[in-house]
């Protein structure tokens, strides 16, 4: 199998794990609360990703690391795990799974209005119209098509997973101007989260062993959405011709995770939803068109 065929069956498998993450937290959010399931999945990555870099060899660059950017660890460890989970298992444990998913997906928007903000990025029409586009979208699905009413049917928990959304950009934002090893930095950030996510636990008591659905849950969160899929991204990045080639699978997982949403948690999968994850897909895609022109002139 030559390396591109390879690439493809990495990105694959990483979709469609993807795809499962939203039901997947659903699930074991009637079993544990958000805080627990950080606290338990984020441990449960931690130790996924010490063992890849010991199996890797990587190990021993941890001691190469200055104390700064130990530090800059610790800061991008806040942000995520412990901040952006906290903030958007709290989201789904207060919406329907198919409405926090896809206003979760809004983050390549989020991305672009920081980068004005941060990063003095210029904004261009296209990069307007895909971000009007994606909100109207972000609309329909927090009225539940009932648009015209402004009546949202959970503020709250729309608020939180839009919130979700600029955490992870912003981690985006800060996390690529660091140029270690990719997976040496993630089981950092791991480790810092899990000791934030630790002392909250310690502060609010709430120490317990999970019933054994949630046992499930939190080792199948912290395996194929927090830890081993971003390697596995990574190698089919690494592997492609070129990213766009990989890159464009993404887009297919917020659709497969309605049907698995419907299929597995039991949610009648709105028209709304539809109508909603469609608008804010069509969004992130013409700005990503609008990206690649820019960088292109």
Not at 186 to 207: E, S
Not at 225 to 250: D, H, Y
Request: glycine share 6%; net charge positive.
């Amino acid at each position: 199998m030559d390396s591109q065929k390879k690439a493809y069956l990495y990105a694959i498998l990483t979709v469609l794990l993807w795809s499962t993450v939203a039901s997947a937290f659903k699930i074991t959010l009637r079993h544990l609360n958000f805080i627990q399931l950080l606290f338990y999945a984020s441990f449960v990555s931690m130790a996924a990703l010490f063992l890849i870099l010991l199996y890797q060899g990587k190990l021993r660059e941890l001691a190469n690391f200055s104390n700064r950017e130990y530090l800059y660890s610790a800061l991008l460890g806040f942000l995520n795990p412990f901040f952006y989970y906290t903030i958007l298992f709290k989201a789904y444990s207060l919406l329907p799974a198919q409405e926090a998913q896809p206003l979760n997906w809004t983050w390549p928007i989020m991305l672009v209005l920081l980068s004005i903000v941060i990063l003095k990025q210029p904004i261009g029409l296209m990069n307007v119209i895909a971000i009007l586009i994606s909100f109207c979208g972000v609309f329909v699905i927090s009225t539940r098509g009932d648009v015209f009413s402004f009546q949202f049917t959970n503020l709250p928990g729309a608020l939180l997973a839009l919130s979700s959304s600029i955490i992870w950009a912003l981690f985006w934002i800060y996390n690529i101007k660091d140029k270690r090893d990719e997976v040496l930095k993630l089981f950092l950030n791991f480790c810092f989260g899990f000791l934030y996510t630790l002392a909250v636990v310690a502060a609010l008591g709430q120490f317990y062993w999970p019933p054994l659905p949630g046992l499930l849950g939190v080792v199948y969160v912290g395996l194929f959405e927090m830890g081993i899929t971003f390697v596995l991204w990574l190698k089919a990045l690494k592997l492609s011709r070129t990213t766009a080639q990989v890159s464009n699978l993404v887009y297919a997982a917020p659709f497969l995770s309605l049907f698995i949403i419907h299929f597995i948690v039991g949610e009648e999968i709105l028209l709304s939803t539809v109508v909603g994850l469609i608008l804010i897909v069509s969004g992130v895609v013409i700005q990503q068109f609008a990206g690649s022109r820019q960088v292109k002139s």
